[in-house]
């Protein structure tokens, strides 16, 4: 097992304020290795929602779990949401003891009940797939191309990993998604999965997607949030603020997964990826997802003009605006639009995420730096 020590800490803490926490992530990231890594350090009591027996064990729940104390792990919760409600009767009462440790793979807003049973006891941890600092800088371009979901990262060889990746995208789209309650056709959602990842760090455009599946827009959108809540495809938002200028209101959206992502292009290798027209848009992704988690921030945007002028992402820390750029280049340089962005969004400082490594400035506000550096950066920012 790789050390995940980050998102164990992270529920520990939320235990600290919740009597229920929720790990929420794709299916195959590493919930319940994780949770029952948990598990084996404190006394515990396990229900998989997708066993049998631990089905058959919670067909009277009330009784199943009223006793229990300690830590109570709940895998896959999605699969009887009326488990929340009891959950909330439970966790008021004074007596009851135990802490929930719940897992899903899909985000509350998909599973009925969640926010409106247990608002106020329940906390929320977000697991993806592993990341750089997890596995090590030297393997970074293998986790890149394979992705980090443990199997497909972890696979003895390319064509494993790969054979791994379009098994996975075949039970999703055949098993996992008719668990939820929807009836989509597997086809019909792969084609819509494929189309977008060749818009892979573009803007969404609802219409556009309608026609190449002849669907109305709101069935284009459905399936957008079907896969948005389902950890597969992230949803990027458009930062618009009063500027006298027309900017970009619709967001971009990006395959969440660098592995999927490149077995929806039919990328094996990163001999292929380098020789694909996409390699540019994967590289970004790939950054994008890091950052983002490893600030640990649901304030992420990009932002974009309809005259040119745009920036692939900009958080918030501390109360100041940090802007960032990927380019898949071996030197990057600076270019006017960074210096509009700077401007107009009163940006603290920009940073030009490329694969080299080496640290330099580009400008006073403006500096390129290797993704591997990131979670140094962070952590000097998040403890300042």
Known sequence: MIPRPEPIRQIETSFQIHPVTALLGPRQCGKTTLARFIAEQEPSTVFDLENPVDIQRLSAPMQALKDLSDLVIIDEIQRKPELFELLRVLVDRSRQNARFLLLGSASPHLVKGVSESLAGRIGFVDLAGFQLWEVGVQHRDRLWIRGGLPKAFLADSEPDSTQWRESFIRTFLERDIPQFGITIAAETLRRFWTMVAHYHGQVWNA???????????????????????????????????????????????????????????QVSTLADLRGHPKIGASWEGFALEHIIHVFRTRDAYFWATHAGAELDLMVTIAGKRHGFEFKYTDAPGRKRSMHIAIEDLGLEHLWVIYPGDQKYALDSKITAIPLEEILQLAQTWLTT
């Open 207 to 265: 219409a556009e997607f309608a026609r190449a599946l002849g669907t109305a827009e709101n069935t284009a959108r459905r399936y957008l949030d079907i896969l948005t809540g389902t950890y597969m495809v992230r949803v990027l938002p458009p930062w618009f603020e009063n500027l006298k200028k027309r900017q970009v209101k619709a967001p971009k959206i990006y395959i969440r997964d660098s592995g999927l992502f490149h077995s929806l292009l």
